[in-house]
């Protein structure tokens, strides 16, 4: 921040805080990067400018995974994957997806996950060759083998 100051910028870019976040967090420091996040949002939110709005909140819900408890990381991915839907920003969302399904990976949530992956992967346009919609598939042959290999009850 300092660098955009001797600039004469009184306040670093959106794009640039993003990256200073993602930073902490591949440091592993978490709550460094969520303060950035949740500063991040409410500057997006004051500014009316929404351009790293799917991405900040996807990486706050990726961050929000790495607590006890799930319950926040879930909201948090589901406010990511709206995002994603209301800007149309498809890939995003397939990431956001990916990353909700991952979340819902115990075998009582399977059925979850391979609705969130299903819905991404329809709404990607025909001849859409992103290597996340490879990485989803994979994903939810996976989901739908452990489905297979569950005995009936």
């Not at 709005?53 to 819900?61: I, K, M, S």
């Not at 009582?108 to 996950?113: G, P, Y």
């Amino acid at each position: 921040m300092a660098l955009c100051r001797s600039y004469g910028l009184s306040a670093a870019p959106l794009g640039f805080q993003l990256l200073v976040a993602e930073a902490k967090a591949e440091e592993g420091r978490t709550d460094d990067a969520l303060a950035i996040v949740d500063d991040l949002l409410a500057a997006m939110e004051l500014s009316g400018e929404h351009q790293y709005e799917a991405q900040t909140r996807r990486l706050r819900a990726n961050l929000l995974r790495r607590r006890p408890g799930h319950g926040q990381a879930e909201a948090a991915f589901l406010a990511a994957l709206e995002t994603t839907r209301r800007q149309k920003t498809r890939a995003l969302e397939l990431r956001a997806a990916i990353d909700l399904a991952e979340l819902y990976s115990g075998p009582d949530q399977q059925a979850r996950a391979r609705d969130v992956l299903e819905s991404a992967l329809h709404a990607l346009p025909e001849g859409g060759a992103l290597p996340e919609a490879e990485q989803a598939r994979r994903l939810l042959v996976s989901l739908q083998s452990a489905k297979a290999a569950r005995p009936m009850h």
